[in-house]
């Protein structure tokens, strides 16, 4: 199943089920408890073809992970822009994602002992929730070696379905891309878990629109990633549209 379809059925599923909640930062329609599944082996990067996705800013994100980035400077040197929403008046972030010890660690387990259970990322830190800038929203990254393919499944607390989804769908991706290459294993298989799974009011028309106007391209989208940039071919999107991003 193509990437788009997995997204429709996740968004009918919210239309259908959701209950509206009055939340933090606006309303609501929300589902507790979703799951997506898509075969990267297959359909090649998980990017949406509804609307345009730029991949720019979550490259960067996910190399400023990976260099353990703590300030909105460094993130926007590698290409993410939108960090400063989180920081304090100085630019800094308390962030908790992945630090290099769990990745170096990862990596090492699944070189040593491929059918090990126990390749696992968890950044779930409660002693230190009211310190971080914004608690991870994806926070645990198990991890499973098949016949020479790399599977994932990805546990996430929060999910923003208008602007975020597309976002993690590909950084996704990037996590299996980057384990693979330096541990020879090709990407597969990515099951994630979501709990508060939530479109904003204020979204809930264009989406609508989206999923009932347009016929996504259902092709796969080749793509390569040499640790540093992200390569994609035969993407043929329709127009860009702009979501609020929500503090």
């Given at each position: ?77 590698l290409g993410c822009p939108y960090w ?34 126990r390749h696992m990322i968890n950044v ?124």
């Open positions: 199943m193509y990437i788009d379809e997995v997204y429709r059925q996740l968004v009918e599923k919210i239309l259908t089920d959701g209950v509206q909640r009055d939340t933090r930062n606006g309303k609501t329609l929300s589902v507790f408890g979703a799951s997506i599944k898509f075969d990267i082996a297959k359909i090649g990067l998980p990017i949406l073809s509804y609307r345009k996705i730029f991949t720019k800013g979550v490259v960067g994100e996910f190399l400023g992970f990976l260099q353990d980035a703590k300030t909105v400077e460094e993130f926007e040197a400063k929403l989180w920081a304090d008046e100085d630019g800094k972030l308390e962030l908790d994602y992945p630090p290099r010890e769990q990745w170096e660690t990862l990596i090492e387990g699944i070189k040593k002992d491929p059918s090990s259970r779930w830190n409660h002693e230190r929730l009211d310190k971080l800038s914004l608690p991870c929203c994806h926070f645990n990254y198990q991890f499973s070696v098949r016949d020479g393919f790399l599977d994932l499944i990805w546990t996430q607390r929060s999910l923003d379905v208008a602007i975020g989804l597309p976002s993690d769908l590909v950084l996704s991706a990037l996590y299996l891309s980057e384990i693979g290459r330096r541990t020879g294993l090709t990407p597969g298989k990515v099951t994630m878990n979501f709990g508060d799974t939530h479109i904003y009011q204020e979204h809930l028309q264009v989406i609508k629109y989206m999923i009932m106007h347009r016929i996504p391209n259902h092709s796969r989208i080749n793509f390569n990633w040499d640790g540093k940039e992200l390569a994609y071919y035969d993407y043929f999107p329709y127009d860009k549209i702009d979501f609020e991003l929500k503090r």
